[in-house]
C-alpha cells in the first residue's frame, strides 16, 4: 500500500458495507484489520511497501491513546521493530504487541500459563486451517506459518479420497446472481486410514461437522450447521457436507455479519436448499445402513421376530414372542407377574379389523419401523437392550450382532452402526 491506501486502511470503518465490492473482495465493513486486532493486543502496528515508493508505517497504541485523550496515529514505529521485518520489494507486515488478551498477567515462569498458550496455538492453527483451507491448497496460493511450521489446509470433503462421494453440483440463482451447491458424502472410516478420520473430524468433531459450509469467495464463513433447514445434527448423517458458495454480492441476503462468521440462507433458496440436504443425508444413512446389513451377514445369529402368528382352534392370532431379548429383558429386570398380564392384554387387542381395512384401502400407507423417528430419540431403548445384553455376558461385538437380528432394530441397520461407532469412539 500506498501511505495515503495505509492511513484508510487503519481508519475504523473505512468502507461503506453498502459499496459495490469487486468480485473477489473480501471484505465488506473494513473493520477487520482493527477489531481483530484490538481482541488479541494493545497496540497495532502496520508496515506496508509498494514498488519504487517508500516504506508506509502506522501504530494504534491504545496506551498512548488512554493517556493523550485523543485517537493519534501514530506515524513512526520502534526502529528494532522495522529492521528486517520487510526486505521484499513490496508487502506489508502486521504487528501485535502488548498481547494481554492472550497472555494476561501471567509471569513468564508459570508453566500452567504457557500450556494454555501452547493450547491456543494449537486452536488459532485449526481455525486457519479450516477458514482458509481452499488458499492454502491451490499451488502459488496464500501460505500461513505458526512458529515456522507451514500450516497444512483441512479439506472438510476428503476431496482425494477414491471412497468420497461428490454428488451433482447445482447452480441456484438469486436476484441474478448464481449459488453453487456441491453435496459430498465422505467415506465410512473403514474406507480410510485411522489418520485420516481422526483429522477429517475436524476442530468440532465428525457429528458436529455436518451439514452445510458456507464460502464466500472460497472463504469459510461456516463450517457445518444444518441452517435451521429443519434438520438434526444425528450420528448417522454425520458423513454428509455439502459446499455452498457465495458471492460477495448477495452478503445482505445471506445476513453476512460484521465478523463474517454466521450465515442465513434467504427465504426462496431454503426450499432448493432443503432438496438437496435431504437427498445427501439419504445416501449418507445409505452407507451406514450398508454396514449394518453387512455385519448383520457375518452374524451367526438367527433373526428374531417380536410378533409371531399362530392357531387356536382353527383360527389365527397374534402373540409376542416370549424369547425375544427384550422381553427377557423385561422379565429379568422387573416382575413377569407384572410383565405378563401386560403383554397378554396387548395380544389380545390386536386391531386386526382396522389393520385389515387399511391394509385393502391404503396399503402403502403403513409406516416402517422407526419411521421418521430420529436416532437420537431411538438411542436409549437400543442402549438399555445392549447394556443387557453385555451384562448377561455377551461381547460387546456379539452385542451388536443381535442388535441387528431382533425387530425392530433389524430395519433400521443405521441406527445401530452409529451407535456401534459411538461404542468404539467413547
Not at 79 to 86: D, F, N
Not at 112 to 137: G, P, W
Not at 330 to 357: C, D, H, Q, W
Request: net charge positive; hydrophobic share 35%.
Amino acid at each position: 500500500m500506498a501511505e495515503d491506501e495505509l492511513i484508510t486502511a487503519m481508519r475504523a470503518g473505512s468502507k461503506n458495507p453498502l459499496a459495490e465490492r469487486p468480485p473477489r473482495d473480501l471484505g465488506r465493513f473494513g473493520l477487520g484489520l482493527k477489531t481483530a486486532s484490538f481482541s488479541q493486543c494493545r497496540r497495532l502496528s502496520v508496515m506496508s511497501k509498494r514498488k519504487d515508493l517508500p516504506e508506509a508505517t502506522r501504530c494504534w497504541d491504545l496506551d498512548y491513546i488512554s493517556e493523550c485523550g485523543e485517537w493519534r496515529l501514530l506515524k513512526n514505529l520502534e526502529k528494532a521493530k522495522q529492521e528486517g521485518l520487510l526486505d521484499t520489494q513490496s508487502g506489508t507486515v502486521v504487528i501485535w504487541d502488548k498481547m494481554d488478551r492472550i497472555t494476561g498477567d501471567a509471569k513468564t515462569d508459570d508453566n500452567a500459563a504457557y500450556k494454555r498458550f501452547l493450547e491456543a496455538i494449537d486452536q488459532v492453527k485449526e481455525h486457519l486451517a479450516m477458514v482458509f483451507h481452499r488458499y492454502l491448497e491451490k499451488p502459488g496460493r496464500l501460505k500461513i506459518w505458526i512458529n515456522n511450521r507451514p500450516i497444512e489446509p483441512w479439506d472438510p470433503f476428503l476431496k482425494n479420497e477414491a471412497a468420497t462421494q461428490q454428488l451433482p453440483q447445482e447452480r441456484l440463482l438469486f436476484h441474478g446472481q448464481s449459488v453453487l451447491v456441491t453435496p459430498y458424502v465422505l467415506p465410512h472410516q473403514s474406507k480410510i486410514t485411522a489418520e485420516t478420520h481422526k483429522r477429517a473430524a475436524g476442530p468440532a468433531g465428525w457429528n458436529a461437522q455436518q451439514g452445510l459450509y458456507i464460502y464466500r469467495n472460497e472463504r469459510l464463513l461456516v463450517p457445518g450447521d444444518w441452517l435451521g433447514l429443519g434438520f438434526q445434527k444425528e450420528e448417522h448423517h454425520k458423513l454428509a457436507r455439502m459446499q455452498v458458495d457465495l458471492p460477495n454480492s448477495l452478503d445482505s441476503e445471506w445476513q453476512i455479519d460484521v465478523k463474517k462468521s454466521r450465515a442465513r440462507p434467504p427465504g426462496p433458496l431454503r426450499t432448493d436448499l432443503k432438496r438437496i440436504a435431504k437427498s445427501t443425508r439419504e445416501r449418507a444413512v445409505q452407507i451406514y445402513r450398508h454396514r449394518g446389513k453387512v455385519t448383520a451377514r457375518r452374524s451367526s445369529q438367527e433373526h428374531v421376530f417380536l410378533w409371531e402368528q399362530k392357531a387356536r382352534h382353527g383360527k389365527y392370532y397374534y402373540a409376542i414372542n416370549r424369547s425375544h431379548p427384550a422381553i427377557e429383558d423385561a422379565y429379568r429386570n422387573g416382575s413377569k407377574a407384572t410383565v405378563e398380564p401386560l403383554l397378554r392384554m396387548l395380544e389380545e387387542t390386536v386391531p386386526v379389523g382396522f389393520i385389515n381395512v387399511t391394509s385393502s384401502e391404503t396399503p402403502e400407507s403403513f409406516a416402517a419401523p422407526f419411521e421418521d423417528c430420529t436416532y437420537e430419540s431411538v438411542k436409549r431403548v437400543i442402549e438399555s437392550l445392549y447394556n443387557s445384553f453385555v451384562s448377561s455376558g455377551c461381547s460387546r461385538e456379539d452385542a451388536i450382532a443381535r442388535l441387528l437380528t431382533i425387530e425392530p432394530f433389524s430395519h433400521r441397520p443405521e441406527f445401530i452402526q452409529a451407535f456401534q461407532e459411538e461404542q468404539e469412539s467413547g
